[in-house]
């Protein structure tokens, strides 16, 4: 730990010790055969444990079938699904202690799809599709088929859903959950106006659009064990106006600190294609210190954070208590290594790599 580094100082989040504050955040990989996490996924967290990073976050991991964003998404909706899973965190932790959550998430309206490298379009019923679901009749796109809105019994069997998936997590040992309330899937369709125009208790005012994101973090709450966080992503801004924005973003915030929530992973956008986002270095880095204005919770901030000196300052500066590096990490799995030699910090290096890392960083 270095005397002077805040990004490499420890931190606890709800009872959870990470080493320092550098986070690998979700990053889908599309790469699962019925929801079965494979050897692409062993060696590719196994990199990410072992890059010194204070705590990993598995890809968004869909709670039912018809919850995943592809053909192709990881899932822990089966008992083969939770065995593939079991079998990627003890392997993981075979090579490296660091602690493992798993964001779980339900796509919504903008499930069966392609992956990115194939277009990402919606992927017809005939190719391996399926209809999808959503809190109204409204699509994504106007080209698209409409979802399905979901009645008592479908929110029901969602939350249902979410729970199942949380006992299955638990039962493979993982450390923490993020609940998956951003990027335009279906916990933020709720929260959005621009996805939910119900006319019932779960639709209208913030306290309705809200509901249902906290009934599903309190039954996954309720599941889990005590002694492990729950945390929840969420996207601070539609980046459309008149939609959802930072305000609301407080209020739900509260509500979930006031429920129990540990920690909240501040990232935007994702529920319409009218966005309009100001995408640069820190792009979003000013969402999370206003949230953080808010709650009493731990903050998460990510968004084009690249730089050592430039996330060294983020929480230096009282901006978020931590970052989280995607992209760099995918570029430069070493990337923590790289930043504790810049701000003479020291980090844990896996022995086998000691004689590769620069003098001075090993914890």
Same mark, same amino acid.
């Given at each position: 730990?270095?005397?002077?580094?805040?990004?490499?100082?420890?931190?606890?989040?709800?009872?959870?010790?990470?080493?320092?504050?550098?986070?690998?955040?979700?990053?889908?990989?599309?790469?699962?055969?019925?929801?079965?996490? #494979?050897?692409?996924?062993?060696?590719?967290?196994?990199?990410?444990?072992?890059?010194?990073?204070?705590?990993?976050?598995?890809?968004?991991?869909?709670?039912?079938?018809?919850?995943?964003?592809?053909?192709?998404?990881?899932?822990?909706?089966?008992?083969?699904?939770?065995?593939?899973?079991?079998?990627?965190?003890?392997?993981?932790?075979?090579?490296?202690?660091?602690?493992?959550?798993?964001?779980? +998430? %339900?796509?919504?309206?903008?499930?069966?799809?392609?992956?990115?490298?194939? $277009?990402?379009?919606?992927?017809? +019923?005939?190719? $391996?599709?399926?209809?999808?679901?959503?809190? =109204?009749?409204?699509?994504?796109?106007?080209?698209?088929?409409?979802?399905?809105?979901?009645?008592?019994?479908?929110?029901?069997?969602?939350?249902?859903?979410?729970?199942?998936?949380?006992?299955?997590?638990?039962?493979?040992?993982?450390?923490?959950?993020?609940?998956?309330?951003?990027?335009?899937?279906?916990?933020?369709?709720?929260?959005?106006?621009?996805?939910?125009?119900?006319?019932?208790?779960?639709?209208? =005012?913030?306290?309705?659009?809200?509901?249902? *994101?906290?009934?599903?973090?309190?039954?996954?709450?309720?599941?889990? *064990?005590?002694?492990?966080?729950?945390?929840?992503?969420?996207? +601070?801004?539609?980046?459309?106006?008149?939609?959802?924005?930072?305000?609301?973003?407080?209020?739900?915030?509260?509500?979930?600190?006031?429920?129990?929530?540990?920690?909240?992973?501040?990232?935007?956008? #994702?529920?319409?294609?009218?966005?309009?986002?100001?995408?640069?270095? #820190?792009?979003?880095? *000013?969402?999370?210190?206003?949230?953080?204005? %808010?709650?009493?919770?731990?903050?998460?901030?990510?968004?084009?954070?690249?730089?050592?000196?430039?996330?060294?300052?983020?929480?230096?500066? $009282?901006?978020?208590?931590?970052?989280?590096? $995607?992209?760099?990490?995918?570029?430069?799995?070493?990337?923590?290594?790289?930043?504790?030699?810049?701000?003479?910090?020291?980090?844990?290096?896996?022995?086998?790599?000691?004689?590769?890392?620069?003098?001075?960083?090993?914890?």
């Amino acid at each position: 730990m270095s005397a002077t580094s805040t990004l490499f100082s420890p931190v606890t989040v709800a009872g959870l010790e990470l080493r320092n504050r550098i986070v690998v955040p979700p990053m889908c990989q599309y790469s699962a055969r019925d929801g079965l996490a #494979g050897d692409w996924h062993l060696v590719h967290y196994g990199q990410m444990a072992a890059s010194g990073a204070g705590m990993v976050i598995l890809e968004a991991t869909a709670v039912s079938a018809e919850g995943r964003i592809s053909p192709f998404d990881v899932g822990l909706y089966s008992d083969k699904a939770e065995a593939a899973f079991g079998r990627l965190v003890a392997g993981v932790r075979a090579v490296a202690d660091t602690p493992l959550a798993v964001q779980l +998430a %339900h796509a919504g309206r903008k499930a069966s799809t392609s992956p990115p490298w194939e $277009g990402g379009a919606r992927v017809a +019923a005939k190719d $391996g599709g399926w209809e999808t679901i959503a809190p =109204s009749a409204l699509p994504f796109r106007d080209d698209e088929p409409a979802p399905a809105p979901l009645d008592r019994q479908g929110l029901a069997r969602v939350c249902d859903n979410f729970t199942a998936a949380a006992e299955r997590a638990g039962r493979a040992g993982i450390d923490a959950i993020e609940i998956h309330a951003a990027h335009g899937y279906l916990l933020h369709q709720f929260l959005s106006p621009l996805a939910n125009t119900r006319t019932d208790s779960y639709g209208g =005012s913030l306290e309705n659009r809200m509901r249902f *994101p906290l009934e599903v973090f309190d039954a996954v709450r309720a599941v889990f *064990p005590a002694g492990r966080p729950v945390g929840v992503r969420i996207s +601070a801004t539609d980046w459309v106006d008149g939609s959802w924005d930072t305000a609301q973003s407080a209020g739900f915030c509260r509500e979930l600190e006031r429920r129990g929530c540990a920690y909240i992973h501040v990232s935007s956008a #994702g529920v319409s294609p009218l966005q309009k986002v100001p995408v640069g270095p #820190g792009y979003q880095v *000013p969402l999370a210190a206003e949230i953080r204005r %808010h709650v009493g919770i731990p903050v998460i901030a990510v968004g084009l954070i690249t730089e050592a000196a430039q996330a060294e300052a983020i929480v230096t500066g $009282g901006k978020a208590d931590m970052v989280a590096v $995607g992209r760099g990490m995918l570029y430069n799995p070493r990337w923590p290594w790289h930043a504790a030699a810049q701000l003479s910090a020291k980090v844990t290096v896996p022995r086998q790599y000691w004689r590769a890392a620069p003098a001075g960083i090993i914890a």
